[in-house]
């Protein structure tokens, strides 16, 4: 049984960082391309960065130069370090794999920035 946690977010005031993670088991991170996604309120959830298993790693442009995403193998864990950060960033974040699978989908993290 997969089973993602996202754990790590919160408030933030704009220009802040915050680092979210996502634990994961019954799926080893490091052979998977593994995503970040995020849902803002009223909106359709949204693909933000992805990992592939060869370390290669792809942004939205919204989010390029600011956010990284990168993984820790021995912990089967997955991050998203976010910098400089807008309020447009406000949306609760999930990790799964590309292409996502709707069984995978954990609670999720909320990140609030504030103007």
């Known amino acids: 049984q997969v089973q993602l946690v996202e754990s790590g977010g919160g408030l933030v005031q704009a220009g802040g960082s915050l680092s979210v993670s996502c634990a994961a088991s019954?799926?080893?991170?490091?052979?998977?391309?593994m995503g970040w996604y995020r849902q803002a309120p009223g909106k359709q959830r949204e693909l933000v960065a992805t990992?592939?298993?060869?370390?290669?790693?792809n942004y939205q442009d919204s989010v390029k130069g600011r956010f990284t995403i990168s993984r820790d193998n021995a912990k089967n864990t997955v991050y998203l370090q976010m910098n400089s950060l807008k309020p447009e960033d406000t949306a609760v974040y999930y990790c799964?794999?590309?292409?996502?699978?709707?069984?995978?989908w954990g609670q999720g993290t909320q990140v609030t920035v504030s103007s």
């Open positions: 019954g799926i080893r991170v490091s052979i998977n391309t």
């Open positions: 799964n794999t590309l292409p996502m699978l709707d069984n995978y």
């Open positions: 990992i592939t298993r060869f370390s290669t790693t």
